[in-house]
């Protein structure tokens, strides 16, 4: 069945064309993006769900999201999706980081042009046949110090465009390298600095409990007189109350937002000031911007929907689609490892290292990590996948360690999961071969080789002799069928372990039964 994607917001129709292009199934409705109680009835229809900023995927909205695999943002803040929820849910969330940067930064450059010269108020007057040109004059900013706060990807493309009109950039961004300041040509400044020396201010930062209201009464407070403030970023990084008073005190000479604190923003204290100007949220408005961040978005979700390829995720790491096929079966001999450890642990797990060697240890590990959290985990939770796997772990205290090396042994490739509880350490091995199969090749340091099918017995016992022979008949007795027989063990007469394909799920007499063989230690029916 083709996958379905619903579009709940306005996206440029190139996404369409995309998703029809790639055989998905795709229904265009950007109305039901602001209806919440519609958007819930209709979410479990879907595998994948692209929006802008209007529509609010909430837990409610994900708790109804049952066949939802992918929530693609055309654009780049994904304040409006709980990724946390996303992500217990197994939901990829991925945006498009660059589509809309140049845009954004030129709407920032835009509203700094409109507050040196007072474009709009001029424009307002003009076509009210006042003709004041006394009234607006305006100041140069040729000389002028434009202050960046985050300097990521479109606080450096302002920074840029500042530079070539002659201004002199200074930025605070906690992330920013000295290497990376020195190529841009911004001097890195701390924030107080920053307050104290610009005469613009434009804000570029997300919104997180670090950044929100990074322009406090306080620091408004410790700003230049007239300084000039844009922001282009996210409501929430000014107090605007505290904004409004400075304005009003003339102590800020202006200010130009795009986005507030609430929106849409019908009503804001900064309404009706002579020196601010407000545009509607238009950063990314642009349709250069718009047929970006839909193409790509639309691209991204297909090549996850149909090719497992993952791009600009936030909740899982990045797989190319040339990687794709070639991690496929070692995503599969991870989640096997895994789920192999885990359906033999029965203590409470305290760490999991993960041993990648050889060609396999070249490779993009962590999609393989995450699924052999999974596959560990999924005993005990039902509701776990790649995506949710790595939180789920870190939430139940669970230490991922993941080490790789170059080839040690025969196998040029080589996965070791090694399972740590609170009484031991247990590791299960296994290998991809050249037709693509993965295999087990060491159970508990005893070297064997099984290729895992749906129903596996698993036995450990005492090395002699009659043991398989008693075995084979017992289950030959009860009709089951034996599809493959692996056997291992670590020195004669030592520990052994046998590793059988039977065709039929095992009752629990069954296993009474096999338990109760001579020699035998341990008894387990594994399900893949
Ligand atoms: N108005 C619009 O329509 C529009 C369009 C696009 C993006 N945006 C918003 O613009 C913002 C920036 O986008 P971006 O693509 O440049 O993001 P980015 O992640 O590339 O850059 C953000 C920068 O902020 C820095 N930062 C983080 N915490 C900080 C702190 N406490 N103090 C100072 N700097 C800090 C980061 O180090 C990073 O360099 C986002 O909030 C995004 O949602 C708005
Ligand atoms: O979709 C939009 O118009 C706004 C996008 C912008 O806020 C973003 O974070 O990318």
């Not at 996404?15 to 790639?22: H, N, T, W, Y």
């Not at 209007?54 to 304040?79: C, Q």
């Amino acid at each position: 069945m083709a996958p379905r994607v619903l579009i709940s917001d306005k996206l440029s129709d190139a996404a369409v064309q995309i998703f029809r292009d790639r055989g998905i199934e795709v229904d265009f409705e950007p109305e039901l993006g602001p209806d919440k109680e519609k958007l819930a009835e209709r979410i479990g229809d879907y595998d994948g769900l692209a929006i802008r900023s209007a529509t609010k995927v909430t837990e409610k909205i994900i708790a109804r999201a049952d066949r939802l695999k992918v929530i693609g943002r055309a654009g780049i803040g994904v304040d409006n999706v709980d990724i946390p929820e996303a992500t217990k849910k197994g939901i990829i969330v991925m945006n498009t980081p660059f589509g809309n940067s140049i845009t954004t930064a030129e709407h920032a450059i835009a509203l700094m042009f409109a507050l040196a010269r007072q474009i709009p108020q001029a424009d307002a007057s003009t076509q009210a046949g006042k003709w004041e040109k006394n009234r607006f004059v305006g100041t140069e900013i040729t000389g002028k110090t434009l202050g960046v706060v985050g300097c990521g990807n479109i606080g450096s493309i302002a920074a840029s465009r500042a530079i070539g009109l002659r201004m002199k950039v200074i930025a605070f961004d906690p992330f920013l390298s000295d290497e990376r300041a020195l190529e841009l040509g911004v001097e890195k400044v701390d924030l107080d600095a920053l307050l104290a020396r610009a005469d613009f201010i434009t804000l570029h930062t997300p919104l997180t409990d670090k950044t929100r209201n990074i322009l406090s009464r306080e620091a408004l407070a410790k700003t230049k007189k007239g300084v000039r403030i844009i922001n282009c970023a996210r409501g929430g990084l000014v107090d605007e109350t505290a904004l409004r008073e400075a304005l009003d005190s003339g102590h800020v000479g202006g200010a130009a937002f795009d986005v507030f604190v609430e929106e849409p923003a019908k009503e804001n204290v900064l309404f009706g000031h002579p020196n601010v100007v407000c545009t509607p949220h238009l950063g990314a408005s642009t349709k250069e911007a718009q047929e970006n961040v839909a193409l790509q978005v639309a691209e991204q979700m297909a090549d996850y929907l149909l090719n497992g390829a993952v791009t600009n995720a936030l909740n899982m790491p990045s797989i190319t689609a040339e990687e794709a096929p070639r991690l496929t079966p070692f995503v599969k001999l991870a989640e096997q490892l895994g789920s192999f450890a885990g359906q033999l642990t029965e203590t409470s797990i305290r760490g999991l290292r993960i041993e990648y060697e050889g060609d396999v240890a070249e490779m993009n590990v962590k999609p393989l990590t995450s699924a052999a959290v999974t596959g560990l985990l999924r005993p005990m939770l039902q509701d776990v996948n790649m995506i949710s796997a790595p939180v789920m772990a870190r939430e139940r205290g669970i230490h991922v360690e993941e080490v790789r090396r170059e080839q040690q042994g025969a196998y040029e490739n080589y996965i070791r999961l090694t399972v740590i509880t609170e009484r031991q350490e247990r590791s299960v091995a296994g290998t991809v071969f050249s037709d693509g199969r993965p295999r087990i090749i060491q159970v508990k340091g005893i070297n064997m080789e099984a290729e895992l099918g749906p129903h596996m017995l698993y036995v450990t016992n005492e090395d002699k002799p009659g043991f398989i022979g008693r075995l084979g008949t017992l289950l030959g007795q009860t009709d089951v069928n034996i599809a493959t027989f692996a056997l291992g063990r670590l020195e004669r007469g030592g520990d052994a372990i046998a590793l059988i394909e039977v065709d039929t799920e095992l009752s629990e007499g069954m296993l009474k039964e096999i338990e109760a063989l001579p020699n035998v230690r341990q008894v387990k029916a594994l399900e893949f």
